[in-house]
């Protein structure tokens, strides 16, 4: 009985010894093991939207300014007024070291925001915010450059009323257009203009 057994044990030592060595080479070797990093957060990218009085904006435009960038919809309840009030707050907390950056709104929900629609809305937050909004396929290309994950959500007892669920993050974008940082909701404007201020 001890001989059997102790085959066994030789045995199960024999392929753990062989699975290791197995995969010390596989580690060894760079090419499998090397991990390869740009040093850039892929958030962010080319857009090409419409604006106040229906132009065409793209992400050019904001060249050698910070963008401070939310996706939205200027039907929703709470979630959008709140923080783009809260971005207001944080950039009047800066005072002249805000004036390069620029607040920007995107919609989520371009079958009911219209440019006009959405500049209305956004004019009730600050004169220099920019509302954003465009065809079905551009705003989704927007929000996939960001990262940003919505839904619309339609609800049967409201007959034709319908809502957006989405991500709230607030997206800080350097002079040339790339990621800086995010600020998650609910950030007091105290402490998002501290993080704003320590990147500019």
């Not at 923080?83 to 371009?110: C, H, K, R, W």
């Not at 396929?137 to 839904?151: C, H, P, S």
């Not at 609910?186 to 993080?195: Q, R």
């Amino acid at each position: 009985m001890r001989r059997p057994l102790l085959l066994v044990i030789l045995g199960g030592f024999l392929v753990g010894a062989v699975l290791g060595a197995g995969m010390m080479l596989f580690n060894a070797d760079p090419q499998k093991s090397r991990v390869v990093t740009t040093g850039k957060a892929l958030v962010g990218g080319p857009f090409e939207l419409v604006g106040k009085e229906g132009k065409t904006v793209t992400d050019k435009d904001f060249r050698g300014r910070h963008m401070l960038v939310f996706f939205g919809f200027t039907h929703c309840p709470d979630i959008c007024p709140a923080e783009l009030q809260v971005m207001a707050a944080a950039l009047e907390t800066l005072g002249s070291d805000g004036d390069n950056i620029v607040p920007i709104f995107i919609t989520l929900d371009p079958e009911r925001d219209t440019p006009e629609a959405i500049t209305a809305y956004v004019e009730n937050f600050g004169p220099n915010f920019v509302g954003l909004t465009g065809s079905p396929e551009a705003i989704d290309k927007a929000a996939k450059a960001y990262r940003v994950t919505y839904k619309k959500f339609q609800d049967e007892t409201t007959g034709d009323s319908y809502s957006i669920d989405h991500s709230a993050l607030v997206y800080f974008m350097n002079p040339d257009g790339e990621f800086v940082t995010h600020i998650p909701y609910g950030t007091p404007p105290e402490k998002m203009a501290a993080t704003l201020r320590r990147y500019l």
